[in-house]
């Protein structure tokens, strides 16, 4: 019955503060605003899948994980494309490495950064080899030595 997830929601501190985030920074369209302190976004294009910004009081928020999907040739440049931004980019681990991960169980490359709420944001694509569950978590340029694409 679940075909995928349409839309999720979290909760920000000033609405105009990260409305400019999504909007400008990462380039969300524009959905809808109501008179509630609320935005919503479109992700993918219109009628694929939405997020929604709710603002609400400090005590209110609770810090939450999300993924944007996008393809493999997005991911190739995604980290100069978040710095050029001045976001701050991680891997899984956290470490200082400013490198894309692979989840090899998936497999699916991916990288970390953060919004004005520090809400943990993540670009993922998944990629087109057979998963190596024994693999745990690798750079993604030893995957892709592993494949032959280095």
Do not use: C
């Not at 380039?27 to 992700?43: H, K, Q, S, T």
């Amino acid at each position: 019955m679940i075909q995928g997830l349409f839309e999720t929601h979290i909760h920000v501190a000033d609405l105009q503060r990260s409305a400019e985030f999504y909007e400008k920074v990462l380039g969300l369209e524009f959905a809808y605003e109501d008179r509630r302190r609320v935005r919503l976004y479109w992700i993918g294009g219109r009628g694929q899948a939405m997020l929604g910004i709710w603002e609400k009081e400090a005590s209110q928020i609770v810090r939450q994980h999300f993924a944007f999907h996008t393809s493999i040739d997005n991911m190739k440049v995604i980290v100069p494309y978040l710095k050029d931004r001045g976001l701050q980019v991680r891997n899984f681990h956290d470490d200082g490495d400013e490198n894309p991960f692979v989840f090899a169980w998936m497999p699916a490359v991916s990288i970390y950064f953060s919004d004005p709420d520090g809400h943990s944001l993540e670009f993922i694509s998944m990629l087109p080899d057979e998963p190596k569950p024994e693999m745990g978590i690798v750079s993604w340029e030893e995957w892709e030595t592993l494949h032959g694409r280095a």
